[in-house]
């Protein structure tokens, strides 16, 4: 074969395998580009939190409390946000905890009390009355007492007729404010912490019956209650302890004999 039809169907060769190629090309179109998904950021709203755990009765501060952002959409009553009270690190500043907030919490509005200077009566919800009655380890389950606990009172009275020993439980699942706390050093120089004050978050009722059991009792223990019994109720008393009135029930002894009266009676025969 000739050198010249030799060079002619080469090119013809690689000319049909260009065209194929190019056909190739142009049937499958343009490369598929594969986009990244776009995320787009919830918008968020300046949210009061707690920077520290802080119990009972501690006072609000600027190392205390932040702004941080929170999903708008998770925002419900109560929550302090910068949109509304922009100024309110400062305005809660030396406010008191009434109940305990955990580090990264919401501080909540009933969570808190104002920065008066009587935490007792802050820490106190309206319609209760705090009283207090004494205590030792044996009487305050071991020191293991704390407040804002929940406890039932026990009064032990010797009855009047055979001289034995009664046990009647005259407070249910009352809370505690406070424990007043004084250091013990034992015999080997270690020291200890005791309680010998509980004060109990009770209702003027069970105010009333507390008083009359403190007079009565030989003894008044706190027997400690499970968290689990928050949501008893917590308003219940003994309230045969009382007279039909609601005052308290008096003994006058005539004669060596023992006479009940109430309160009003009493003040009549003065």
Known sequence: MKPVRIIILAVAVISAAAAGLLA???????????????????????????????????RLGADAIHWMAWPKDGIVDGLITEENRPGAVDDLSGAVVRLPIFAGE?????????????????????????????????????????PNDR??????????????YLTETVLSNVRVLAIDQQVEEKDDGSKSVVGTTAT???????????????????????????VADAQE????????LLSGDGQP???????????????????NQK
């Open 106 to 146: 919401p501080v909540r509005q009933e969570k808190i009390a104002d920065s008066s200077s009587r935490i007792m009566s802050s820490l106190l919800p309206a319609g209760k009355r705090a009283v207090a009655t004494e205590i030792t380890v044996a009487t305050g389950a071991g020191g293991f007492i704390l």
């Open 24 to 58: 190739m090309k142009l049937t499958r179109g343009p490369a598929q580009q594969t986009a990244e998904p776009v995320i787009e950021q919830a918008p968020t709203v300046n949210v009061l939190v707690a920077s520290k755990s802080l119990p009972v009765g501690s």
């Open 200 to 226: 109990l978050e009770l209702t003027p009722d069970q105010s009333k019956v507390m008083t009359v059991a403190q007079q009565m009792a030989e003894r008044i223990s706190l027997a400690l209650r499970s």
């Open 151 to 164: 406890v039932d009172v026990i009064m032990v009275r010797k009855s009047e007729n055979d001289g034995i």
């Open 233 to 240: 109720a917590d308003t219940n008393a003994a309230d045969y």
């Open 249 to 267: 029930s008096i003994q006058v002894i005539k004669s060596g004999s023992i006479v009940k009266n109430d309160a009003a009676a009493v003040q």
